[in-house]
């Protein structure tokens, strides 16, 4: 296997796998960051900081004074030449979604339309797809998440709205996104989720993380509230929506 | 009741920066963090803190704070204009950057206005008592989290304090300002330089750019000669390192700095050696600078060098003259110099 170093200055590189977006690609990337991640919970790989994975490449952050790219890279080279296995095993997370409420949906009728389905067969579709996270980034939590069903493929919206709503579950190419916080932004909605993907009270603040396998459940507006309440309380059971 | 500062008068963009929150960038967390570590190390060695102590980012323009403790060790660093120590019943009296002071309850410092530079830096003995967020209490104003409330600084906010009287010791002052070089700023080629032209490189470190009003904590636009791309603007998101150039389609680079995304889809030409990275962070709008390349071999080896220069600079903490007092210390250095007696003048 081939890699390119791409240099970051003198405190990163990036590690590039290709300039595709492939599920193969991406699990090597994983895989890179699972390896380098082990390597230095060992004790090994000094002066290395931190990684940081996305769709096809990961970027390795450095502290120049405790090593140095001529002493890291070969390491690097060493691991990648070693066999990457495949990450750790994934989490298969489930999101419950509720796509009933037209506030929720407010974009279900238009992606129908435009992608000559009923709004019940659009949900289907998201509910099938096999999503896998691949990246996060935007914002804090914000997760790329591919693997949407290919006849439900749209680009972006051309006016993007100026306001979001917080956990509001949208679609655009082959990718699905949860929104963090209330923010400005382009994806078509088709639901909302009653969780945060981002609770600065949680130890664990950020939910979701690169490498997840994930579904989507869906919900009824009474169920939705419940859960909801739940969270805004800080009294919801997490792990129940997680399993390794 | 532990000490605090209370904000009588808030600054333009006042946050409390630590060396920023490291280990999170796979979760698509921002570091943020002091945009000029090296002005940060200085105030926190000058009141004996650890290095990576959060403090105050001064930008701008500083709050007026009252001391609400028995007393408080600070040291400012950086060129403000300058600030002020005000009591009651008394005419203010200027407070001199890049010294402790011992202030004591009831004064008022007023930062005032940073001069020549963007930053400047306020660093309290023992730090403030706030909690740290994913281990770090620097602020990230744009998600609303760590340093205070996660914002910038309000009228009304009071900081408090860890320690409610400074440790007892001498006030100690830099042997010299911190030299953080001049001419160009050097960068590193990469890692999409092979997105830009021949053409568009020679542009890029060979014109100046002038900093543009948009300038804060999450990076620099510049304004200058357009950079040519050759295989366009867009690229697969890739990771984003601190000081990354990028240069969207318009073909002006920013120079993304603390608050910036984790990762990004504009190509990026180069990335600004991280020794010239406190540089970027005092610049302000209106200053004009000049690129030149450097190799990542010489970009670590500045990096190295400039960490040498700041532990000297720590080493060499002087202790500080009190007003009107005489310093011991400088006297002593002069008598072996000049070769005066001392005891023939008394």
């Known amino acids: 296997m081939s890699v390119r170093y791409l240099s970051c200055g003198d405190t990163a590189f990036t590690v590039e796998f290709g300039n595709e977006i492939s599920p193969q690609i991406n699990g090597q990337v994983m895989a890179l960051h699972a390896a380098i991640g082990a390597a230095k919970a060992a004790g090994k790989l000094e002066g290395v900081v931190e990684t940081v994975p996305t769709m096809r490449s990961l970027m390795v952050t450095y502290d120049p004074i405790a090593t140095s790219r001529t002493d890291l890279q070969p390491r690097i080279d060493a691991l990648i030449a070693g066999g990457l296995k495949a990450g750790p095993k994934s989490r298969r997370v489930t999101i419950p979604c509720c796509y009933d409420d037209p506030e929720f949906a407010p974009d279900l009728e238009e992606v129908a339309k435009r992608t000559k389905k009923m709004p019940e067969q659009v949900i289907a579709g998201h509910l099938a797809s096999p999503f896998q996270v691949y990246v996060l980034g935007f914002m804090p939590g914000l997760a790329y998440i591919a693997g949407l069903e290919q006849d439900l493929y749209l680009p972006r919206r051309s006016q993007p709205r100026v306001r979001v709503p917080r956990s509001s579950v949208g679609i655009a190419m082959n990718m699905t996104t949860i929104y963090p916080f209330e923010s400005p932004g382009g994806w078509h909605l088709i639901g909302r989720t009653p969780l945060w993907m981002f609770d600065q009270r949680r130890e664990q603040p950020v939910f979701l993380a690169p490498g997840d396998s994930l579904s989507f459940q869906r919900v009824d507006r009474r169920t939705y509230d419940r859960i909801a309440r739940e969270v805004e309380a800080g009294r919801l059971d997490w792990s129940s929506l997680v399993k390794t | ?346």
């Open chain 2, 1 to 346: 009741m532990t000490g605090a500062l209370k904000v009588v008068r808030a600054g333009l963009f006042d946050t409390v920066q630590d060396l920023g929150r490291i280990g999170f960038m796979a979760l698509g967390m921002p570091t943020a963090g002091a945009m000029d570590r090296v002005g940060l190390a200085l105030a926190n060695a000058l009141v004996g803190n650890a290095a990576g102590t959060a403090g105050l980012e001064i930008g701008v323009m500083g709050p007026d704070l009252l001391v609400e403790a028995d007393n408080v060790r600070v040291a400012l660093v950086g060129p403000l204009s300058p600030a002020l120590i005000e009591e009651p019943d008394a005419p203010p009296k200027p407070l001199d950057s890049d010294r402790t002071h011992l202030l004591k309850r009831g004064q008022v410092l007023r930062v005032g206005m940073v001069e020549g530079s963007s930053t400047a830096y306020l660093a309290i003995a023992g730090g403030w008592a706030l909690p740290a967020f994913m281990g770090s209490l620097s602020t990230y104003a744009r998600a609303g989290i760590g340093g205070f409330e996660g914002r910038k600084l309000a009228a009304g906010d009071v900081l408090p304090l860890k320690l409610e009287q400074a440790p007892p010791g001498d006030e100690l002052r830099l042997g010299a300002p911190f030299d953080y070089g001049s001419g160009p700023i050097r960068i590193v080629w990469g890692p999409q330089d092979d997105y830009f032209s021949a053409r568009g490189r020679k542009t890029f470190v060979e014109s100046d750019y002038r900093v543009s009003k948009e300038a804060d904590r999450m990076g620099i636009r510049f304004e200058g000669p357009t950079i040519e791309h050759s295989k366009g603007a867009d690229i697969i998101s890739d990771g984003i390192g601190p000081g990354a150039i990028q240069v969207p389609g318009a073909g002006l680079p920013i120079v993304l700095l603390g608050d910036r995304q984790t990762v990004g889809g504009y190509s990026k030409i180069a990335t600004v050696a991280s020794a010239d990275l406190p540089r970027l962070g005092r610049l302000l709008p209106g200053q004009t600078v000049r690129f030149t390349a450097v190799t990542v071999e010489e970009a670590e080896t500045l990096r190295r060098d400039q960490e040498a220069r700041l532990k000297r600079a720590i080493a060499e903490l002087a202790i500080a003259r009190p007003p009107g007092g005489i310093d011991l210390a400088r006297l002593y250095e002069e008598n072996l110099i000049d070769g005066i007696v001392y005891e023939a003048a008394g």
